[in-house]
């Protein structure tokens, strides 16, 4: 059904992975946030919670049919994006490719976001300094995204939010596992790590990926931001 790399990478990382450090000390002592495969900031009591999840996903779920292909050149399938926050609805991927800044100053709400007033209020709550893309990203049931690896080696950049994850919808990192989103919604992958997702179910995943500058009520530093993330895993 699936492509064999695709197959054999999902067999290969299919366990859950580990919670990632334990306490402050250990990111201290390995210093580099490289080698932490996510962090799961919706454990964190400081994290906003949205009131009623099943509402944001609804809203989500209106655009089914307005979603753009995203990366379809690159073998994945029924991968599908609508931006919220950047140049516009429909310009999707990282901002060097249109030629412009991470925080250009065309950077606005898009015409979809109107249509979307509970996701983008959720978003303002968490108060980042600074947007720079904020996307609802669609994958299909029977969908895959190919493994692949999006730049360095760091943890704590675009922020993913599950507006829902069915059990058999597992986002895989290579030599760590599945990334637990049926426990914590929100998550920092490491998208430096070769990763894939692969959807075998018939219905569709959606996720609010979120780039800018950190929250402000989550974060004053690096440290803190990990410290805060950390304080509820054990």
């Known amino acids: 059904m699936y492509p064999g790399d695709v197959d054999k990478f999902a067999r290969e990382n299919n366990y859950e992975a580990a919670s990632p450090l334990t306490n402050m000390q250990e990111y201290k002592d390995r210093v580099l ?20 999840m099943k509402k944001l996903f609804e809203e989500a779920k209106s655009f ?21 926050y950047g140049l516009s609805s429909t310009h999707i991927a990282a901002h060097h490719k249109y030629g412009e800044d991470n925080f250009s100053e065309k950077n ?6 109107r249509y979307c007033p509970k996701i983008v209020k959720y978003i303002k709550k968490l108060n980042y300094k600074e947007l720079s893309r ?11 995204i190919v493994p692949h690896t999006d730049r360095s080696k760091y943890v ?14 597992k986002f895989y990192v290579e030599g ?5 989103f049926d426990k914590s919604f ?14 075998n179910t018939k219905e569709d995943r959606y996720h609010i990926i979120v780039h800018g500058n950190q ?8 440290e803190e931001s990990l410290e805060i993330c950390l304080s509820n895993i054990s």
């Open 215 to 222: 929250c402000v009520n989550l974060v004053k530093s690096q």
């Open 33 to 52: 946030r490289a080698e932490i495969p996510y962090i799961p900031v919706a454990l964190s009591d400081n994290f906003p919670k949205p009131k009623n």
């Open 186 to 199: 929100a998550i920092y992958p490491n998208t430096g790590y070769v990763h894939s997702v692969l959807n």
């Open 108 to 113: 606005d709400w898009t015409d979809m976001a």
């Open 156 to 169: 704590g950049g675009a922020l993913n939010i599950a507006l829902n994850n069915p059990p058999e919808c």
């Open 134 to 144: 904020v996307r609802i990203m669609k994958l299909r049931g029977g969908g895959y």
């Open 64 to 84: 089914r049919d307005h979603f753009v292909p995203h990366r379809s050149g690159g073998g994945s399938v029924g991968w599908e994006s609508l931006t919220l």
């Open 176 to 180: 760590k596992g599945y990334l637990p």
